[in-house]
């Protein structure tokens, strides 16, 4: 339940703090005085939308914070509003975002105003109104009918794309052929292009190398002054003092290693001119299969790899075309199995839904004669949708009849604006105990009421709060009287200003202010006398 409310630098409210308690709250006052203001207070520190305009005229900010309790469990819901636009939610001093809030508010007050009355007369909201009321039976139940529906859903989906591509694929299968055809013939391996890369700059400086290993052989070993020559004498001097010392023997080994690489150097050299044949017609070869190579680069990737995958590719996607009658008789087949067991688990929502509407709405037709309906009937009809959706294949509607004799005719057809509100608040005081929400918010719920009906609706409220926190703004006496507590919202100006307050009124206050709402600002002993009397029958 809410406890506390405190409101600053809000509109025309400069500061001002209400302390609720439990049953109903009843806040009145003039017309103009503010009571729509606290109402839009409660509304954003339970999680709408704001904006710079709530701001008080000359403050850099607005604050609403509310206290409130839910299953034990105390919450400061926070809301700061600056004039820059920048917004601040904050659950126990602890910054969240507005989703956070929005999700707490639903689990601790419900608004009810206008714009339920726009629901209620919107007909696509009233299958809501029925899950709620039957959510014990009906969201297992809607649960399953929704997997099913999601996989029927993609079944179809998969199907209809497979249709609609079907001209289009089979002008691309043959493509995909040629293209095949054209990347299978060239015989692809991984790395080729760079060995012919290799390859062809190798032939094309073979004179410049044969010339290059003639020179290195020549110096390394063509005659007796070549350099292996002369570390032969060399390794052959050093061998025969290595006897002598240590450094010495040393120097001879590491002689002797220079010797044996150095002879591995020039039989590779060696082998290298020898086999240095330049042969053009190879070097054409290996320049037109690398021109073949870039060519396939152009239309099928950056490097052999990736032509190779896309070959990989396109072979996939032949292979699904060549087997289209049979994926679509997959996908044709597992439609219908899913559409099959769809139709079942709706046609089993479709029956629960049936049973909670019956029961529904004969306990709304019960609240409505308590309401002073005397004569009303009223029907859930649950009926066949056109095609199956998300929301199972059934139509809900309300239909009601408020004059004896007169047929039964959709809600949005028949109701005016106060039999509107009090048709809300027989819904609200049956699927109030279904939701769990412990406060419930009535602003508007006297709109185009007046006499016996205000009084039966006062009542009504009374009895809603002997199990749920109602808060309740009203210009009625009648309702105003079955308060608990009552609450007057006033406002006062000065030099600065006008400033909106709020008090909460005891005994002898209250007998004054409902005397007030029946007789106007001149209050009279009879006046009074009619303000206890309602205070008495309520």
Known sequence: MIQHLLIQNFAIISNTEIDFKDGLSIITGETGSGKS???QAVSLALGARADSSFVRSGESKAIIQLQADYRGADYIITREISKNGKN???INDRLVTLTEVSALAKKIADIHGQYD??????SEQHINLLDTYGADDIEPVKKEFLSVYEKYKNARLKLNELLSKEKENRKKADFYRFEMEEIEKAKLREGEDKELSERISLLQNSEKIFQGLEQAYQSLDGDGNSVMCGLGYAKSALSSVAAYSKELSDISREAEDAYYILQNVISKVSALRENQ???????????????????LKKKYGDCIEDILVYHNKIKENLLEFENFDGIK??????????????KEKAAILSKIRKEKASLLSKKIQEELHDLNFSDAEFEIKVSPA????????????IFISTNKGEP?????KVASGGEISRIMLAIKNITGNTDNIPTLIFDEIDAGISGITASVVGRKLKEISQNHQVICITH??????????????????DDTGTHTFVEELDENSTVHEIARLLGGENITKTTLAGAKELILNS
Do not use: H
Request: include cysteine; glycine fraction near 2%.
């Open 277 to 295: 044949d330049f042969a053009p017609q190879e070097l054409d070869n290996a320049i037109m299969r690398l021109d073949a190579i870039d060519n």
């Open 117 to 122: 009355n726009q629901q209620l007369l919107d």
């Open 386 to 397: 056109p095609a199956i959706t998300a929301n199972g294949s059934d139509d809900v509607e």
């Open 37 to 39: 203001i606290v109402i």
């Open 329 to 342: 008789e997959t996908l044709t087949s597992e439609m219908s199995e899913n559409l099959a067991s769809l």
């Open 476 to 493: 009625l006496p009648q309702i105003a009287a079955a308060g608990d507590s009552n609450y007057r919202i006033y406002k006062e100006s």
């Open 408 to 412: 039964l005719k959709p809600l949005i």
């Open 88 to 90: 601040i939610c904050k």
